[in-house]
């Protein structure tokens, strides 16, 4: 009888003590400051916190913000400060990271709720503390094969123990040639502080993270006489075509398949020294949905979903747009195909399912691959950058087809034409007329259907028409 008041009051005396103290401990929790535009919602699900929690968290009944107030995230015991959403970017790894925010690795994990630090691809939203009492750590310095932590030291200006500190090494002599540290931002030295190795003063990727059928644009700078490569493993696997972009800095476009699964895929990048040895560098990457919807089912003649009859034309089609000439002939934004400019039949990236009219043929699943145009037959068609006529033939499912190649593995293609006025060979500028609108080729109308290709992939042509790629 006794033991068990005794427990009924034990359990009213938790109940009693915990309920204030757990209020403290939340108060204290670590702070958002609101930007403007944000929403609780967004707060909610940015930090993955049950919305109900943050509301109460905050003592906030009707769930509106003002821009610049401090919300304290529940959940994070443990965790304090100020924290923000970062998109992480190429080159981030945890390490790098944890030694330019000077957070400790198991604060990031927590924050991220990350499991293992190949978790950490790049495009994803991150949470990181700021902690506004910690000089800013900018300058990225590499170890030179054969210096110790003291001969870097001297170089930067700073002491053995700030280094050691700064990069969070357990004693002053656990770092290896090679290693990427920092060292207190000096400046104009305009380092970034990445994870790359030595090879690589820096690399982006943007706009990340990536979309389905978006360019993606990756700079590199390289501090050697290094040859650069890389590759980006999607829907398969595309070698990039870097060229020249200013003194020891390269540039490469690829496309992202409309068809690449949303998920993470790894953009790898490699430096070849005069000697033969590599330094390589690989990272995750976010790819995700564009969002396209699916097409009414469309039926056609039989000949054009026959393999044995198209495989040809797409092998021609491959083999034309497979050869990155080294010269840019574009310049800015493209110029516009149509005379109906705004006006499009079918956009870029919707599904579609081709079936045979007599269905003789089994159901072909795809995606649409460029843009189709209003306006019918007879009406011009204009090149939408200069370039070079590399492909004007009359094919099965393009019917009467011009590419244009522009340089850089650049290339944009004009379908079921009714008329053709160039020839493989022929040198063309922006805007020149190069043909008609006609119904040639697997079409249910007649309709210019516009294609941009960047290195091996059908890409978003709107996107090439409202900006300038470089
Ligand atoms: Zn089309």
């Given at each position: 009888?006794?033991?068990?008041?005794?427990?009924?009051?034990?359990?009213i005396?938790?109940?009693?003590?915990?309920?204030?103290?757990h209020a403290?401990?939340?108060?204290?929790?670590?702070?958002?400051?609101?930007?403007?535009?944000?929403?609780?919602?967004?707060?909610?699900?940015?930090?993955?916190?049950?919305?109900?929690?943050?509301?109460?968290?905050?003592?906030?009944?009707?769930?509106?913000?003002?821009?610049?107030?401090?919300?304290?995230?529940?959940?994070?015991?443990?965790?304090?400060?100020?924290?923000?959403?970062?998109?992480?970017?190429?080159?981030?790894?945890?390490?790098?990271?944890?030694?330019?925010?000077?957070?400790?690795?198991?604060?990031?994990?927590?924050?991220?709720?990350?499991?293992?630090?190949?978790?950490?691809?790049?495009?994803?939203?991150?949470?990181?503390?700021?902690?506004?009492?910690?000089?800013t750590?900018?300058?990225?310095?590499?170890?030179h094969?054969?210096?110790?932590l003291?001969?870097?030291?001297?170089?930067?200006?700073?002491?053995?123990?700030?280094?050691?500190?700064?990069?969070?090494?357990?004693?002053?002599?656990?770092a290896?040639?090679?290693?990427?540290?920092?060292?207190?931002?000096?400046?104009?030295?305009?380092n970034?502080?990445?994870?790359?190795?030595?090879?690589?003063?820096?690399?982006?990727?943007?706009?990340?993270p990536?979309?389905?059928?978006?360019?993606?644009?990756?700079?590199?700078?390289?501090?050697?006489?290094?040859v650069?490569?890389?590759?980006?493993?999607?829907?398969?696997?595309?070698?990039?075509?870097?060229?020249?972009?200013?003194e020891?800095?390269?540039?490469?476009?690829?496309?992202v398949?409309?068809m690449?699964?949303?998920?993470?895929?790894?953009?790898?990048?490699?430096?070849?020294?005069?000697?033969?040895?590599?330094e390589?560098?690989?990272?995750?990457?976010?790819?995700?949905?564009?969002?396209?919807?699916?097409?009414?089912?469309?039926?056609?003649?039989?000949?054009?979903?026959?393999?044995?009859i198209t495989?040809?034309?797409?092998?021609?089609?491959?083999?034309?747009?497979?050869?990155?000439?080294?010269?840019?002939?574009?310049?800015?934004?493209?110029?516009?195909?149509?005379?109906?400019?705004?006006?499009?039949t079918?956009?870029?990236?919707?599904?579609r399912?081709?079936?045979?009219?007599?269905?003789?043929?089994?159901?072909?699943?795809s995606?649409?691959?460029?843009?189709?145009f209003?306006?019918?037959?007879?009406?011009?068609?204009?090149?939408?950058?200069?370039?070079?006529?590399?492909?004007?033939?009359?094919t099965?499912?393009?019917?009467?087809?011009?590419?244009?190649?522009?340089?850089?593995g650049?290339?944009?293609?004009?379908?079921?034409?009714?008329?053709?006025y160039?020839?493989?060979?022929d040198?063309?500028?922006?805007?020149?007329v190069?043909?008609?609108?006609?119904?040639?080729?697997?079409?249910?109308g007649?309709?210019?259907?516009?294609?941009?290709?960047?290195?091996q992939?059908?890409?978003?042509?709107?996107?090439?028409?409202?900006r300038?790629?470089?």
């Amino acid at each position: 009888m006794f033991k068990r008041f005794f427990l009924i009051f034990l359990a009213i005396s938790l109940l009693f003590s915990t309920s204030p103290a757990h209020a403290q401990e939340t108060e204290e929790g670590p702070t958002y400051i609101v930007q403007a535009g944000d929403t609780l919602w967004d707060i909610a699900s940015r930090f993955n916190v049950n919305l109900d929690d943050l509301m109460v968290a905050n003592n906030l009944e009707d769930g509106n913000l003002v821009v610049g107030q401090e919300v304290v995230i529940p959940g994070l015991e443990g965790v304090s400060g100020v924290l923000r959403t970062e998109t992480v970017p190429y080159g981030d790894n945890l390490r790098s990271l944890q030694r330019r925010t000077q957070a400790p690795q198991s604060v990031l994990r927590k924050l991220n709720r990350l499991v293992s630090p190949t978790e950490l691809y790049a495009g994803v939203s991150l949470i990181v503390p700021i902690d506004t009492e910690l000089p800013t750590l900018a300058a990225k310095v590499s170890l030179h094969e054969g210096d110790t932590l003291l001969e870097e030291a001297v170089r930067q200006n700073s002491d053995i123990w700030t280094l050691s500190e700064i990069n969070s090494l357990g004693n002053t002599s656990t770092a290896l040639p090679g290693e990427v540290l920092y060292a207190p931002a000096d400046e104009g030295t305009g380092n970034n502080a990445n994870g790359l190795p030595a090879a690589f003063t820096s690399a982006t990727v943007s706009t990340l993270p990536l979309v389905q059928g978006s360019t993606a644009v990756i700079r590199v700078s390289v501090s050697q006489d290094v040859v650069l490569s890389g590759a980006l493993t999607s829907n398969k696997e595309y070698s990039l075509q870097f060229f020249p972009d200013g003194e020891n800095s390269f540039v490469a476009l690829q496309g992202v398949h409309a068809m690449t699964e949303p998920g993470a895929y790894p953009l790898r990048l490699e430096a070849t020294y005069p000697d033969g040895s590599v330094e390589s560098y690989e990272q995750m990457v976010l790819v995700t949905s564009g969002g396209y919807p699916n097409d009414p089912l469309l039926i056609v003649p039989p000949a054009t979903l026959d393999a044995s009859i198209t495989q040809e034309e797409q092998d021609d089609l491959i083999a034309t747009i497979s050869v990155a000439s080294p010269e840019q002939l574009w310049a800015g934004a493209f110029t516009n195909p149509s005379v109906y400019e705004d006006c499009f039949t079918s956009r870029y990236g919707s599904r579609r399912e081709y079936r045979a009219d007599d269905g003789s043929v089994d159901p072909y699943f795809s995606f649409h691959s460029g843009l189709d145009f209003c306006g019918g037959t007879g009406l011009q068609i204009d090149a939408a950058a200069n370039g070079i006529v590399v492909f004007a033939e009359n094919t099965i499912v393009r019917g009467n087809a011009t590419i244009i190649d522009h340089g850089r593995g650049i290339f944009t293609g004009y379908w079921h034409q009714s008329e053709s006025y160039v020839q493989t060979g022929d040198t063309v500028e922006a805007g020149q007329v190069i043909g008609l609108v006609g119904a040639s080729g697997r079409v249910t109308g007649a309709h210019l259907h516009w294609e941009v290709w960047v290195n091996q992939v059908q890409v978003n042509p709107m996107i090439w028409l409202e900006r300038s790629f470089p």
